[in-house]
T-cell receptor, first 112, second 113 residues
Framework: SAVISQKPSRDICQRGTSLTIQCQVD?????MFWYRQQPGQSLTLIAT?????????ESGFVIDKFPISRPNLTFSTLTVSNMSPEDSSIYLC?????????FGPGTRLTVT | GENVEQHPSTLSVQEGDSAVIKCTYS??????FPWYKQELGKGPQLIID?????GEKKDQRIAVTLNKTAKHFSLHITETQPEDSAVYFC????????????FGGGTRVLVKP
C-alpha cells in the first residue's frame, strides 16, 4: 500500500480565486491520479499525472481550469483556477502501487 | 467509455445480518474490479478487489464475486457490525489502459445495532 497526505485538508475560498492542492506519497510511484467528488456523489477522474510528461485529462476537464504539476515520483499538485461555487467538492489524489489504487484523505473545498 | 451502475443506493441491515451490493459494467474489456469503503470525512479505502481471471475472492467477512458473461460483480459482507456502516463504491478498469477507474454511484450502508 502507500501512505498519502494532502494539503490543505479543507479550505473556504472566494469565487474567482485559485487554490493549489498538494499530494505527497511516502514512496516513489509512476502513476498518480486526481479525482473530484461532488457533494454526496461518486468519484470522477479529472486527470492522470505521470512524472516527466504532461497530464492526461478526461473528457470535461481542461488544463486551463485544472493545471497539474508532477515534479517527481512522490509529489503532485492540482490547481483549481478561477473558482466558482460549482467547484465546491472533495478533491482526491490517488496512486497506483502494484496494480492497486490507494487514495489520499481528500481536500474539502468550499467556494463562496 | 465504461459505465458502472451500482445498486442499491442505500442499504439498512441489522447487526449480524449480511449485506449484498451489486454492480454492473458495460465494457467487456474491463478486467479489474476494486471495492472501496469511504467513511465520513475520509478518503476511499480499498477493501477488496478481483481480477477477471477469478470468479470469487474472500477476505474474512468480505467476499466479491464476478460474472464476466453477465458483466456484473457483487460485494458480500457477512456478520455485519456497526463499524461496517459507510459508503461503499465499486469500480472497474482496464488494467492495460492506464488503470483509470470508473466508479459506481455508491451505496450507503447503515448497520443497526
Amino acid at each position: 500500500s502507500a501512505v498519502i497526505s494532502q494539503k490543505p485538508s479543507r479550505d473556504i475560498c472566494q469565487r474567482g480565486t485559485s487554490l493549489t492542492i498538494q499530494c505527497q506519497v511516502d514512496s516513489q510511484v509512476t502513476m498518480m491520479f486526481w479525482y473530484r467528488q461532488q457533494p454526496g456523489q461518486s468519484l470522477t477522474l479529472i486527470a492522470t499525472a505521470n512524472q516527466g510528461s504532461e497530464a492526461t485529462y478526461e473528457s470535461g476537464f481542461v488544463i486551463d481550469k485544472f493545471p497539474i504539476s508532477r515534479p517527481n515520483l512522490t509529489f503532485s499538485t492540482l490547481t483549481v483556477s478561477n473558482m466558482s461555487p460549482e467547484d465546491s467538492s472533495i478533491y482526491l489524489c490517488s496512486v497506483e502501487v502494484t496494480d492497486e489504487q490507494y487514495f489520499g484523505p481528500g481536500t474539502r473545498l468550499t467556494v463562496t | 467509455g465504461e459505465n458502472v451502475e451500482q445498486h442499491p443506493s442505500t442499504l439498512s441491515v441489522q447487526e449480524g445480518d449480511s449485506a449484498v451490493i451489486k454492480c454492473t459494467y458495460s465494457d467487456s474489456a474491463s478486467n479489474y474490479f476494486p471495492w472501496y469503503k469511504q467513511e465520513l470525512g475520509k478518503g476511499p479505502q480499498l477493501i477488496i478487489d478481483i481480477r477477471s481471471n477469478v470468479g470469487e475472492k474472500k477476505d474474512q467477512r468480505i467476499a466479491v464475486t464476478l460474472n464476466k458473461t453477465a458483466k456484473h460483480f457483487s460485494l458480500h459482507i457477512t456478520e455485519t457490525q456497526p463499524e461496517d456502516s459507510a459508503v461503499y463504491f465499486c469500480a472497474a478498469s482496464i488494467r492495460a489502459a492506464g488503470n483509470k477507474l470508473t466508479f459506481g454511484g455508491g451505496t450507503r450502508v447503515l448497520v443497526k445495532p
